[in-house]
């Protein structure tokens, strides 16, 4: 009992931080990277990256809306994949704002919705293609290095529903990120010193 008790206290305390980051008019500048993977195998060299940069605005405490675009690549001996896409994003961050705790995280739901899409093409075969509508949505844990930077991990449910070759694409993913937390006045500020 003393255990379990000791152990939810610990993930609370761990899980919850001060969250100035997260308020109405902050921004977020960042992205992540997925489905990294580069493999030498002889005969069949391999590379895959999928690259999500995203700027996102707080409109109100914890929730963040803003665009995300996805330039991916995947390509083997005989196949090659090219994924893209653009569209709305929004973030919502979870637990209690203003708790410290020693390792500042915060975790967080993240979904998007917008035009999406894949071609691959292997050899000795047509090209295979989905475009259309597609959705994303998964859980995620930003630790924050100090008030304006963060890293993060996201798992992600990925679909994409439409018309081509192949009318549905879906995956799962993980990634890994970094972020950018920086206050309305503060971009305000640089964009004076820029001019």
Same mark, same amino acid.
């Given at each position: 009992?003393? $255990?379990?008790?000791?152990?939810? /206290?610990?993930? =609370?305390?761990?899980?919850? +931080? ?7 008019? *902050? ?5 992540? /990277?997925?489905?990294? %993977? ?6 069949? +060299? ?10 996102? *605005?707080? /409109? ?32 919502? =961050? ?8 020693? $390792?500042?995280?915060? *975790? ?6 917008? /035009?999406? &899409?894949?071609?691959? $093409? ?8 989905? %475009? &259309?509508?597609? =959705? ?31 009318? +549905? +694409? ?26």
């Amino acid at each position: 009992m003393r $255990k379990s008790l000791f152990g939810l /206290i610990t993930f =609370f305390c761990v899980t919850l +931080t001060a969250s100035s980051q997260t308020k109405k008019d *902050w921004y977020m500048i960042g992205g992540n /990277i997925a489905d990294i %993977n580069l493999d030498f195998q002889k005969n069949n +060299t391999a590379f895959a990256f999928n690259l999500y940069p995203r700027v996102a *605005w707080f /409109i109100k405490d914890d929730l963040a809306v803003g665009v995300e675009v996805l330039l991916g690549l995947n390509t083997s001996t005989g196949y090659t994949a090219v994924s893209y896409g653009v569209g709305p994003v929004a973030r919502y =961050f979870l637990g209690t704002p203003g708790v410290e705790s020693v $390792k500042k995280t915060r *975790w967080f739901l993240d979904g998007n919705v917008g /035009i999406y &899409g894949q071609n691959t $093409k292997v050899s000795g075969t047509s090209s295979v293609s989905t %475009n &259309g509508l597609g =959705f994303g949505f998964g859980p995620g844990l930003a630790y924050f290095l100090n008030q304006n930077i963060a890293l993060e991990g996201l798992v992600k449910y990925n679909l994409t529903v439409g018309f081509g070759s192949s009318v +549905t +694409t879906n995956s799962l993913n993980a990634a890994v990120g970094f972020q950018i937390y920086l206050p309305k006045a503060k971009l305000n500020s640089m964009k004076k010193d820029v001019q």
